[in-house]
T-cell receptor, first 113, second 112 residues
Framework: KAGVTQTPRYLIKTRGQQVTLSCSPI?????VSWYQQTPGQGLQFLFE???????NKGNFPGRFSGRQFSNSRSEMNVSTLELGDSALYLC????????????FGPGTRLTVL | QQQVKQSPQSLIVQKGGISIINCAYE??????FPWYQQFPGKGPALLIA?????SEKKEGRFTISFNKSAKQFSLHIMDSQPGDSATYFC???????????FGSGTQLTVLP
């Protein structure tokens, strides 16, 4: 069974631009969570989607948003990029919300110049 | 607010030695405590997990020790191998939101 896939793997943007990241969960998994990983803050929860609905949201500004499609694929968007948004963005999928086992993708490395 | 504190930040161990990573939590609503292993260029992978109704769980060379009264848990890697060199994250889940809260990570290096 294929794992969680994230595209693109690397992205370079400039301040003020917006970016959209994509995540395809493991087949049959309906819950998708997004995390931001930085050296300074570690892994921080962004949001979780299930059945096209946002279930939980972490403590991030409104510039960070997401959505989930009927096939469980998810996208996250960051508008008006700031230098501090440079990070590894990880997507994790699970069968159900808040399931014990989450499977992480390899992440998208975003660099903001 | 950092709810899961992890130490040490980095750890160097000789091959065959024991690696010990510690975590402490604050939120008594946490009821699930996983450990993740992350290699460079990869996402974190679930290594082993424990619930607070047991004090220890062992899977192969990996053991979690859990002290509910002290609100602490630790990962022990026995007979550490160079292939274990990775970053390890403890995490905790609980409360109404049930999202994972991660520790800051420990970079483990096992010398051959």
């Amino acid at each position: 069974k294929a794992g969680v896939t994230q595209t693109p793997r690397y992205l370079i943007k400039t301040r003020g631009q917006q970016v959209t990241l994509s995540c395809s969960p493991i087949s049959g998994h309906r819950s998708v969570s997004w995390y931001q990983q930085t050296p300074g803050q570690g892994l921080q929860f962004l949001f979780e989607y299930f059945s096209e609905t946002q279930r939980n949201k972490g403590n991030f500004p409104g510039r960070f948003s997401g959505r989930q499609f009927s096939n469980s694929r998810s996208e996250m968007n960051v508008s008006t990029l700031e230098l501090g948004d440079s990070a590894l963005y990880l997507c994790a999928s699970s069968l159900q919300p808040a399931a014990d086992t989450q499977y992480f993708g390899p992440g998208t490395r975003l660099t903001v110049l | 607010q950092q709810q899961v504190k992890q130490s040490p930040q980095s750890l160097i161990v000789q091959k065959g030695g024991i690696s010990i990573i510690n975590c402490a939590y604050e939120n008594t609503a946490f009821d699930y405590f996983p450990w993740y292993q992350q290699f460079p260029g990869k996402g974190p992978a679930l290594l082993i997990a424990i619930r607070p109704d047991v004090s220890e769980k062992k899977e192969g060379r990996f053991t979690i020790s859990f002290n509910k009264s002290a609100k602490q848990f630790s990962l022990h890697i026995m007979d550490s191998q160079p292939g274990d060199s990775a970053t390890y994250f403890c995490a905790a889940r609980g409360g109404s939101a049930r999202q994972l809260t991660f520790g800051s990570g420990t970079q483990l290096t096992v010398l051959p």
